[in-house]
């Protein structure tokens, strides 16, 4: 359903990739015949043990520039939902490439990867995106506090999250046992609805999009309003409280 005011945009492909690899704590290498885990534990990020560069060749550099021995390799990471869903797989990011020697000149830290592709799987689509939309995308800025802000909606306001079903096409509510949020991003929020048997996901975009994770709470609170003057007939309605303006304050941690 249109929410009119709001903003219907999503994140591209490449955004969804780089908040994927920004805000990763594992992934699983693929090299050589060899699968490795690297979590982040609690040292930096995951994906900072890896450098991802454009290949000699797409530099237009010869063979003789390259450093040590090239191994095809990728790398995989898994986007899972802080909440208990049914298939709490939300998306697969699969970086291709070529692994490096270390050059400590170039990279102190970690290993080269000489990047090829890299391709996002959502649901039954998959998507190709190269280093150059890659880089120039920004990571979400809500995505590091995704989980907390998610967590403290269920756990202390979750008698927002039927009301916001009034912004939803009746159509979607017949037969629903339950609804769970799945997912924010700065555009909007995603409803998982779940039915006797499979689910469906709605999108309730923000009316204005998110700069930092702080203003998850007023465009929220934007949703609430625009949900309290829709009428709707859903059993889960029925005893709702509606909250007031200072209800919801998402916390970082």
């Not at 990571?139 to 756990?155: K, S």
């Not at 998110?210 to 949900?227: I, M, R, S």
Request: charge should be negative; aromatic fraction near 4%.
């Amino acid at each position: 359903m249109r929410i009119l005011g709001g903003a219907d945009q999503q994140p591209t492909s490449a955004e969804r990739v780089r908040t994927i690899l920004a805000t990763a704590h594992s992934m699983t290498m693929v090299a050589d015949g060899h699968r490795a885990e690297v979590s982040r534990g609690n040292g930096p990020g995951a994906t900072q043990h890896i450098h991802l560069h454009p290949s000699p060749m797409d530099a237009g550099l010869t063979g003789a520039a390259r450093v040590g021995e090239r191994v095809p390799a990728t790398l995989e990471f898994t986007d899972v939902s802080p909440l208990p869903v049914r298939d709490r797989v939300r998306s697969r990011v699969t970086v291709m490439g070529w692994l490096t020697s270390r050059d400590k000149g170039a990279s102190p830290a970690g290993d080269c990867m000489e990047f090829a592709t890299a391709v996002l799987e959502r649901g039954t689509s998959e998507v190709s995106v190269g280093l150059d939309d890659l880089m120039a995308a920004p990571a979400d800025p809500v995505a590091r506090y995704e989980a907390d802000i998610l967590t403290h909606l269920v756990e202390e306001h979750s008698h927002c999250v039927p009301l916001l079903l009034r912004l939803v096409e009746p159509r979607y509510l017949q037969l629903m046992e339950r609804v769970v949020p799945l997912a924010i991003d700065r555009y909007g929020i995603d409803l998982r609805l779940e039915y006797p048997f499979g689910h469906h996901d709605v999108r309730l975009p923000f009316h204005k999009t998110l700069d930092e994770p702080d203003q998850f709470g007023v465009q929220l609170q934007a949703l609430l309003t625009t949900a309290r003057r829709c009428s709707h007939g859903s059993r889960l309605l029925d005893d709702a409280w509606e909250p007031d303006e200072n209800t919801v304050s998402p916390r970082r941690s």
